[in-house]
């Protein structure tokens, strides 16, 4: 059983599905793919949409009544991929955020691509204290996580976990990306394997691609180990987290003065 806890299939309200039929071909191919349960994470407060709790939670029940009238056999779920921001901390403590699970002990947490917000450990600190985890969304895609491995392996040791983006993984996305991920992976430093699905051709689920690569670079027992990941975080249970292994720090840039 596949559970895929990162989406954007709920239809015009993000950049994702624009249409009832493009989330009716989404959700098809996720089932091709052999996803059973599927959470909806629209972007929230990224600077371009505000995806509130209420409204998310309305959204999916009414695309899990299309799934069933389609003949679709796919589960779906609320939930939201949040933008660091000022305000996570006050929407939080208002009620306005969704989490991966029904416990609300996971939530899916998204940096700017270029940066680490600076408020970042503070956050997250007083999260992680209250019994809260926050999970990275595609760190692997960051630049200043992929840069600085040492960045992500600190937020790891604080008590985070990390999410690799599936079309990253299995090449869709470039070589580069693929490095990335690989080097998360080997640091034991990313957590579940999700697929970000927005299009069908541009952002598509590659979800078995990335499986396949997975179990032939690090075998049967780390696909198992992602795939279960997933079930607990869904779940709202512990994740038996690997330790990670520290990576070098990467060496100071150092000018000459002539």
């Not at 901390?89 to 700017?112: H, M, Q, V």
Request: charged share 20%.
């Amino acid at each position: 059983m596949i559970i895929d806890l990162h989406s954007h299939l709920i239809p015009n309200v993000d950049d994702g599905a624009q249409t009832i039929e493009q989330s009716l071909e989404l959700a098809r191919q996720a089932v091709n793919e052999g996803v059973e349960h599927m959470v909806l994470t629209p972007h929230h407060r990224n600077g371009a949409y505000l995806n509130r709790k209420n409204d998310v939670i309305r959204y999916a029940k009414n695309l899990q009544e299309q799934y069933e009238q389609a003949g679709i056999n796919l589960k779906v779920y609320p939930s939201q991929e949040i933008r660091l921001t000022e305000h996570f901390l006050d929407d939080l403590y208002n009620g306005d955020l969704l989490s991966l699970d029904g416990a609300g002990k996971y939530y899916l947490i998204e940096f700017p691509s270029d940066r680490v917000p600076s408020n970042t450990n503070e956050v997250f600190q007083e999260l992680i204290s209250a019994g809260i985890t926050p999970v990275i969304a595609h760190p692997e895609r960051n630049h200043e996580l992929s840069s600085d491995l040492h960045l992500l392996y600190e937020l790891v040791q604080m008590g985070c976990l990390s999410q690799i983006t599936t079309s990253s993984y299995s090449g869709y996305y470039g070589e580069t990306l693929v490095a990335n991920s690989q080097q998360m992976i080997q640091h034991n430093l990313a957590h579940i394997l999700a697929s970000d699905v927005h299009h069908m051709k541009h952002r598509p689920m590659n979800v078995q691609s990335a499986f396949a690569r997975l179990d032939q670079e690090y075998g049967q027992e780390t696909v198992q180990y992602y795939k279960d990941n997933a079930r607990n975080i869904f779940n709202g249970d512990k994740v038996n987290k690997k330790k990670p292994i520290e990576p070098k720090k990467p060496r100071k840039k150092w000018f000459r003065l002539f």
